[in-house]
């Protein structure tokens, strides 16, 4: 008998973008690959969980999740993103990596934790240099600026900056969240781009300034065809460079450049109500066929892991 190979919806409070994948991968009809939402009870170590793949909306909410899917990988199952490399990124050192790509980015400070972590003491610190610097820090990023997470999500505790008073008042009350001071891009134009296995890209017009239901816009202004491929290029490079099979990219286009905004975004916005239909049947779709295409080449020897060519290199 042939064995049934399973793609598991791992998700939280998603509801169309999870339930399209299920109903487009079942209804191709494929006689050894189902779909389905998953229900995860006790977690044995080192036991295999059934499923080849798993793509992964929620982990990064949820530790034991994390740590469950760190376990199915160990039999065989291929997770999008890989758990082990998106727990150990963020945000500043992404911005580092596109330096080095020679990719425009925001100018960018680390800040430490305002406040110390609850397990720590003030000896704990004593190889840091506080206060900062605060004039070069100020001098070399300009004012407006934002002060955001370094590894943050979904627009948390990001706080636009005016000025020195501002950034304070701001900074002094950011709890024990280590911090970016970056410089603004204020742009002409902007962009999300999906990008799904490290080849497909979906350019889509967006503003992040409005509400989540009205981000996604469509001016019907084409978009130009040096733009356009500098986009492509940009957006899987970067994913090639970090490893993300599923992926979204942002740019904001200052005086024809492209600079890439944010591009740690592993649980990119699907919604189908934020998205528009044409963006959202696209994901579904190429989605669809990357995990697809993992269960049918599944293999147990780790191949099974996708890692950056930084990791790699």
Not at 226 to 245: F, P, S, V
Request: hydrophobic share 40%; net charge negative; charged share 20%.
């Amino acid at each position: 008998m042939q064995k049934i190979k399973k793609i598991g919806l791992l998700f939280g409070l998603e509801n169309s973008f999870p339930q399209a994948v299920i109903e487009n991968i079942n209804n191709r009809g494929l006689m050894d690959i189902i779909a389905e939402s998953m229900l995860v009870d006790e977690v044995i170590q080192g036991e295999d969980n059934n499923y080849s793949v798993i793509i992964d909306r929620i982990s990064h909410e949820i530790p034991f999740y994390r740590s469950y899917l760190k376990n199915a990988i160990m039999s065989g199952t291929t997770v999008i993103n890989n758990p082990f490399w998106w727990s150990a990124d963020d945000k500043f050192f992404n911005n580092a990596v596109a330096t080095k790509l020679g990719i425009p980015v925001p100018k960018t400070i680390l800040l430490p934790a305002k406040q110390q972590n609850f397990n720590t003491i003030s000896a704990s610190y004593k190889n840091l240099k506080f206060p900062m610097d605060w004039e070069k820090c100020f001098s070399h990023i300009g004012f407006p600026a934002y002060l955001k997470p370094y590894n943050g999500g979904g627009w948390r505790n990001v706080f636009k900056i005016k000025d020195e008073n501002d950034f304070f008042e701001k900074y002094n009350n950011s709890g024990t969240e280590v911090m970016m001071l970056q410089e603004e891009i204020i742009y002409e134009d902007y962009f999300r781009c999906y990008c799904i296995g490290r080849k497909e890209v979906k350019i889509m017009e967006y503003e992040p300034q409005n509400p989540y239901h009205l981000r996604y816009i469509n001016s019907n202004e084409p978009i130009s065809f040096d733009l356009k491929q500098t986009l492509i290029n940009y957006t899987l490079a970067l994913n090639n460079e970090l490893g993300y099979d599923f992926n979204s990219v942002e740019y904001a286009i200052r005086n024809g450049i492209a600079y890439a905004i944010d591009f740690f975004n592993p649980v990119p916005d699907a919604d189908l109500l934020n998205v528009g239909l044409n963006n959202f049947n696209w994901v579904v779709e190429k989605i669809s066929d990357f995990a697809i295409k993992k269960a049918q080449n599944e293999s147990i020897n780790f191949n099974n892991i996708t890692w950056g060519n930084f990791v790699k290199g």
